[in-house]
């Protein structure tokens, strides 16, 4: 994956060189992740990876997103293949889009999202897919203010109750970080927020040890970070520097 991504990049670079000398825009002729939009930086490693999200969600905060990569040409160019630079872990929550929040159009982000970004095996096998096999060098698991499934959780756990369904099981899912958020003590009305913000700790610390993910994170060719989205301004907070 290495090497193609290497013969690749020399390509791009010599169409880039090829467009300049004779003045012919070079609408394919961008780095990996780029086209039409604004231009893409670097993702070679966890820490470029990283500032590009920051970048794109400066543009989010700010009111000039650009919707970067969302053209038929681009998809075009994905069509054989696809070379996502960051997977981003997330709540179901409609507020919380992570392709807009960070300002990223196609081919850009792998996606997963359950409510409260709880998680299962089939749950891991998909975020395993993209640093496994496509080379994603930064898994992001973003929490969000004000989350739906852990207000309701919280309030069963409170009150006694259980939730109807398999609603059940994501409150059975998000006690062990309700329990954790408990022994901070935290006053009652800080207790939802204090649980989201440790079901994403936990889930990070859970995923850095997985067992296709932890080799590629000690070789520093992957990091997993933990993140907080803000639904009042809009501003995602990071809780690990990526490498």
């Known amino acids: 994956m290495t090497d193609r991504r290497s013969v690749l990049r020399a390509g791009t670079l010599a169409m880039a060189a090829l467009a300049a000398s004779t003045g012919i825009p070079g609408a394919n002729a961008t780095p990996r992740g780029g086209g039409a939009g604004t231009a893409a930086g670097p993702t070679d490693t966890p820490a470029q990876a990283l500032e590009r999200l920051r970048a794109g ?3 989010w905060v700010d009111d000039r997103v650009t919707h970067p990569r969302a053209t038929p040409t681009r998809r075009s160019d994905l069509s054989t293949h696809q070379e996502p630079f960051a997977v981003v872990f997330s ?17 850009d982000l792998m996606v997963v999202r359950t409510a409260a970004h709880t998680s299962d095996g089939l749950v891991a ?14 898994l992001v698991v973003l929490g969000h203010q004000r989350c739906g499934a852990v ?5 069963s756990f409170r ?7 398999h609603l059940a099981d994501i409150a059975r899912d998000l006690r062990a970080p309700y329990e954790e958020a408990r022994r901070l003590g935290v006053p009652a009305d800080r207790l939802v927020e204090e649980t989201i913000r440790a079901q994403t700790r936990r889930t990070v610390a859970q995923l850095r040890s997985d067992r296709l ?12 970070v933990g993140a907080y989205y803000s639904l009042d301004s809009g501003a995602v907070t990071f809780s690990t520097q990526a490498r």
């Open 57 to 59: 969600n400066d543009n």
């Open 151 to 155: 207000t309701a959780a919280v309030k």
């Open 91 to 107: 709540c179901i929550d409609s507020r919380v889009p992570p392709e807009l929040v960070f300002d990223q159009g196609l081919g």
């Open 125 to 138: 096998g998909s975020l395993e897919y993209g640093p496994a096999e496509l080379g994603a060098r930064l």
């Open 213 to 224: 993910l932890h080799p590629l994170v000690s070789a520093g060719k992957l990091d997993v």
């Open 159 to 165: 009150e006694g109750g259980r939730l109807p369904g």
